[in-house]
């Protein structure tokens, strides 16, 4: 029997004609997926019932399947979908495919299921599910690309491995789209869900022994988990297809999209309305109090307190940017241990904070901004009643439970639920206790930027059960009732950068240990919108001569990020004076440019080349590190270089990005040993 073909704006689907299993998918001619074999399900429904049977169900199930072509795409619908064994079902699918408007070889992909069971819960469903992706002609130098943290890619198809995670969730995947290139073409795979509704993002490898393949799928919650007969209507598009360029372009595609939601674009009423190089900080140190119990102020990074006091001080008017702490176990109870009770505080710690912030370095304590310590004293009804409900994979769970985490203290700590007023009203509270009675001038809120959207079904909070927005409006309100209290001066932080985190957040910590494979997607996705700190130069990146040090202030400087998270005392010792005079040039640069890295555009990065032909790909060994930016107050843009070695380094460097080359197609740069330079074009 003849396969049956769809097309809409340059997709051309290949599908079999008894279950509508895709056979082929093609875009502009150039196959992306292929199935021979019968082909492979474009979705995957898992559903339980209240005995605890679970069961997956794909097209293959379907007692009819049909084609509707429309004028605005084409439907394909699946009617009786069961496991006839089990006695699973029916179910009812429908998939839209619809053409993004303006876009030719970009589709937007929806799915319905409508669930006729009394007996059956949906409780999760994997679309679109796209087996058999194929290698390019020269798969050695394909590359999968997905926003880990700043960004992440892998090149080669043997070394790709499983790239799976919560969209939103520890940094795995903080924006939701990735992409796989080859020959100048990326296939992109996007969701377009502005209320971010909790999922997984997939990239997962096939083994086979005749042919290589892999599959991309999205695992989406629908509302309704634990209850029989809940249906699915998906509110958003899945958008995928062929765009010509690289990870730039998926890149620039997604950032068309995501740059006019409301939580990259639009922060909350209360927060500071000025310019963000205004008020950047540029330097952050980690400061942990006492690596001991002790109730009052002995040591800060095992130093006395009074003598790393001075440090930070000498290191402020050294560099002479804007400077912050942030300060870990600064309340007398351990660290994640009794929260959210972190008063009273350890004593002296008022006095720290008067002191410092006297000197212009802003303090900003740390506190968590999701958990709640099960054993804590204050754990009571109320504290249960709003925590996050799991259960098992069952309709009409019997148990509903707060399922407890650990740091490894031995402590069990849970999930408070966002939608719920009760804990949002303990979080402002707690921030504004810390601004209006230690005097901070920052506040640092651990995991919201690194958890994504969660499920919960408890039935009592009032919200839809599992999937749903209702994460992202809580979410949301609670920083909105943060700024209303405390105002728009204290710095806001959080941890990773969770893409619905952007508006509300003066700076995401990026917890990533860089990469060689690092990619710079989050500027040029968010370019004058979101700003990153981090680094991770604690005592070891200063050892071997500090090049661990170089090389993760010099990437984060031309990629735009703030400096550090880390000591930054040991730039004080003789041994690293050579070090601090670097760090002292990229201080200097990121000032002299502020408008660049915090209002301007994040251009393609230009190809750099040194005297010797050594290309400089590698964001951490260079040799020379380097980035374009557009000046947001003119017409021109610059470009940014920083020597990561102490040898002297000729480059040439060639302008990929059409505006740039426009002005100058290529330039000619000598560097000094750890240099860090702009070039006006």
Known sequence: MKPCRVETNGMEMELDRRS??????SFGGRTWFENPDNGASLWRLHAVDARGRRVDLECGGCRRAEVVRRKDGVELRWTGVAHRAAGAGPFDVTVRLA??????????????????????????????????????????????????????????????????????????????????SHSDRTFYFASHDPEQWPKHMVFKPVSCRSRRSAQMYFLA???????????????????????PGDWYDAARTYAQWVRGRPWVSSPPKNAFKGLREEREILVWEQGSINAFPSERVVTVNDLPASKWARQMKTLKRKLGVRMAVHMYHWHQTPFDTNYPEYFPVKQGFKDLVADLQDAGIVIMPYINGRLWDHSAPSYDAQAELHAVKCCAERAAPPLRFAWPESYGNGQLLVTMCLASEFWRRKVVQLCERIVKE??????????LGCSGSRTCVDPRHGHSLGGGSYWLEGYRRLLASIRD???????????????????????????QWNHEENL???????????????????????????????????????????????????????????????????????IDHARFFCRGEFLRPPEVVTSDGTKCSSPLKGPVLSALWSDPDG???SLFLVNVTRGEQRVKVRMTDARAAARSPAVCVSLRPLESKAVAL
């Open 485 to 511: 209290r405390i105002g728009p001066e204290p710095y806001l932080t959080t941890e990773n950068n969770w893409e619905a985190c952007v508006a509300d957040f003066d700076a995401l910590l990026d917890t």
């Open 635 to 637: 017409d021109g843009c």
């Open 99 to 180: 053409p993004v408007a303006g876009r030719r070889l970009l589709t937007a992909w929806r799915i319905d299921v409508r669930n006729r069971s009394g007996d059956w819960t949906l409780w999760h469903l994997l679309f679109p599910l796209l087996n058999g992706l194929r290698p390019g002609p020269s798969p050695d130098r394909d590359m999968l690309f997905w926003p880990e943290m700043w960004g992440m890619q892998t090149t080669g198809w043997e070394r790709m491995k499983e790239v799976s995670g919560v969209c939103g969730g520890y940094g795995k995947h903080s924006a939701q789209f990735m992409g796989f």
């Open 520 to 590: 710079p997607i989050f500027p040029a996705v968010y370019w004058d919108r979101g700003a990153i700190y981090g680094g991770d130069v604690f005592g070891p990146a200063f050892e071997g001569g500090g090049e661990t040090f170089i090389q993760r202030m010099g990437m984060r400087c031309v990629w735009g990020g703030e400096l550090g998270w880390g000591h930054f005392e040991h730039l004080l010792k003789p041994e690293n004076k050579d070090l601090l005079d670097y760090f002292i040039g990229l201080c200097r640069l990121r």
């Open 20 to 25: 509508l299993a895709m056979i082929r998918l």
């Open 221 to 243: 919650h629908p509302a309704g988990m634990t209850e029989a007969g809940n249906s699915y209507g998906q509110q958003y598009d899945v958008v995928l297809g062929e765009i």
């Open 438 to 447: 230690l005097g901070c001038r920052g506040i640092y809120l651990d995991q």
